[in-house]
């Protein structure tokens, strides 16, 4: 019995002796590591981090990478693990085994290095849908250039399609009804407009447009002008490195046009040149008037019967040139010019035939006929040349500009007017008795 009692003791104290020396489980340690980014050398954050049993598949423990690729698995006891290590758009990264002891506790794995799955692009296209009417703070923008139904017209007809905007059969422009509008050609004026806006809008081709801007709110960059509003037509410009250039066209029954540009860009200088016009066909216009009065002592009957044909054509054109010192600082000229024509060939007939009762009961001939000829000639011509600087500031939005304008239009109308009395009428007149007037008056109807 003491022999036993003493085994016992033995047992216990080398038991005691083994777990004050480390033999127990209660030694728990960490694994700790930094992941980054195995092509940019960068940190990888917010990565998941799982511990799995070396060979085993229940989760054990997990965390996350911090913004600088810091990651620590704390309370690990000694054993042999695996780290799983994934984020979306890297290859998924196994570590296995790794080893802690009752002795080294602590695990550093020091740079753990990921690899993206991501190829990278040489090149990439995002392309996206402009619309037809973009609607802003202080604006309405119509892109000319989107709307196919806008090719082989003029300005005057994108006009009648942009919201806000009216244009009646003579060409005159409004906004929410009011004339008083300012129009602009990529934010500059033009001397011409002065002279005859309708017939500056029906001359610039509607090829040549980019976009239409109706400002409705005017900043205090623009001028007091135009209490409805501006009117700000913007002008086709390529930005395509090295030469490039297109030509466009259309043929009509009421009118025909057509347009060409060139563009050179190269380092920091660019230059554009753009010729567009059209040219009616002549457009015949007729009126007829008739007037009959009856009275107890006058029948009275004239008429008049006119036509009057009108041809037009134009020509308008722009170079431009520009050069970009650095991003802070750029200087652009642009010389604009026009030639518009239009010529009336009016011819009028006028008929009167009055038959007069006299208190004697005796009767009164008037006849009388006249032809009219007009002839109008109408020009208007000239250029506006703009120069233009341009500072930008670093922060964005600020910048100061300064721009000068030399404009010069002559507005020349030359108009012939011809009258003749119809000999005819007077043969038939001399002929005319009291017993004639009434089958003179019905063969004149």
């Known amino acids: 019995m003491k022999r036993f009692y003493i085994f016992i003791a033995i047992i216990c104290s080398f038991t005691a002796a083994k777990a004050q020396f480390g033999g127990g489980s209660s030694i728990v340690g960490k694994i700790s590591g930094t992941l980054i980014d195995s092509v940019t050398k960068k940190p990888v954050d917010y990565a998941s981090i799982s511990l799995y049993r070396s060979g085993g598949k229940a989760l054990i423990d997990g965390v996350l990478s911090d913004e600088k690729g810091n990651f620590k698995l704390n309370n690990i006891k000694p054993g042999s693990y695996k780290l799983i290590i994934s984020f979306m758009g890297y290859s998924n990264k196994t570590i296995d085994p790794v080893v802690t002891t009752g002795s080294k506790p602590d695990k550093g794995l020091g740079t753990v290095l990921v690899a993206p799955t991501a190829q990278a692009l040489k090149e990439v296209k995002v392309t996206g849908q402009t619309a037809v009417v973009e609607s802003h703070i202080d604006k309405i923008v119509y892109n000319a250039e989107k709307d196919l139904t806008a090719a ?8 009648s399609k942009v919201p806000l905007v009216s244009v009646d059969l003579n060409g005159n422009v409004s906004v929410r009804g009011d004339q008083n509008v300012r129009v602009l050609i990529n934010g500059k004026p033009s001397g011409a407009t002065s002279a005859s806006l309708s ?9 040549q447009i980019k976009s239409i801007e109706v400002i409705t709110s005017p900043s205090a960059k623009y001028d007091a002008e135009g209490s409805a509003g501006i009117i700000n037509i913007i002008t086709k410009q390529k930005n395509v490195s090295g030469i490039s250039g297109s030509v466009s066209g259309g043929i009509g029954t009421r009118q ?33 008037f008739n007037q009959q009065i009856n009275t107890d002592s006058l029948n009275s009957k004239n008429t008049s019967h006119g036509n009057s044909v009108l041809k037009r054509h134009a020509l308008v054109g722009t170079i431009s040139a520009g050069y970009q ?48 000829n007009s002839l109008g000639h109408n020009l208007i011509d000239g250029f506006d ?12 939005g600020h910048e100061i500009s300064f721009s000068t304008q030399w404009s010069h239009n002559n507005g020349t109308t030359d108009y012939t007017n011809t009258y003749m009395e119809d000999a005819t009428a007077n043969i038939l007149n001399n002929s005319i008795d009291a017993t004639n007037v009434k089958k003179q008056y019905c063969w004149c109807k």
């Open 385 to 396: 040349w703009n120069l233009d600087y341009t500072h930008k500031f670093k922060k964005e």
């Open 199 to 207: 017939d500056v809008l029906k001359a610039i081709p509607a090829d």
């Open 152 to 159: 082989g017209g003029t300005a005057t007809d994108l006009l």
């Open 325 to 372: 010192f650095n991003a802070f600082n750029n200087i652009t000229s642009t010389f604009r010019f026009n030639q518009i024509q239009f010529n009336t060939n009016s011819n009028s007939n006028y008929y009167d035939l009055s038959d007069l009762l006299n208190k004697d009961a005796s009767h009164t001939r008037d006849t009388s006929a006249y032809k009219g």
């Open 256 to 288: 025909n046009n057509g347009n060409a540009n060139i563009n050179y860009n190269k380092n920091r200088f660019n230059l554009s040149m753009n010729l567009g016009g059209n040219a009616s066909w002549p457009q015949t216009s007729i009126s007829d």
